[in-house]
């Protein structure tokens, strides 16, 4: 895979602008991408938490999916019109309430109208995932 087209600064300015319903806050941030992989956090709040005080599914479901958008925009550079056309999750264990949900995404296949890749979902510190994803976008002719 090729080099980043954008950088962490252009992916946040093009969400900004392009996407500000979902990254309009300061709960998720970009701490990398480089075209091939990214990491993001989302700060814990107790709005993710579903009754019996875990992380909510939806709340994971979001992040795995805005972490493979910015991983796949990283590679292909502005491209607003990508979009999921799959995206399967496991959930492995519980989220932990009071720790940040960290997002590893990486692309494992960059063609012409198709992109997939994983999202491994961690709660705060621990190395053990709390969920895995792998999802497939749509790439628009450009």
Do not use: W
Request: proline content about 6%; aromatic content about 6%; overall charge neutral.
């Amino acid at each position: 895979m090729a080099l980043a087209k954008m950088s962490v600064a252009e992916v946040e300015q093009f969400l900004r602008v392009e996407f500000p319903q979902a990254f309009s806050g300061d709960d998720i941030t970009i701490e990398s991408a480089d075209g091939q992989t990214c990491l993001l956090r989302q700060r814990y709040s107790e709005r993710m938490l579903r009754p019996g005080g875990t992380v909510s599914g939806p709340t994971l479901m979001a992040l795995a999916d805005f972490a493979m958008y910015v991983v796949l925009l990283s590679a292909i550079g502005p491209v607003g019109l990508a979009v999921t056309t799959n995206l399967n999750i496991n959930f492995l264990r519980k989220g932990q309430p009071g720790q940040d949900v960290l997002a590893e995404a990486r692309l494992l296949k960059l063609g012409k109208r198709l992109a997939v890749g994983e999202v491994k979902l961690l709660s705060g510190s621990s190395p053990d995932p709390i969920a895995h994803v792998t999802s497939t976008y749509s790439i628009p002719n450009v």
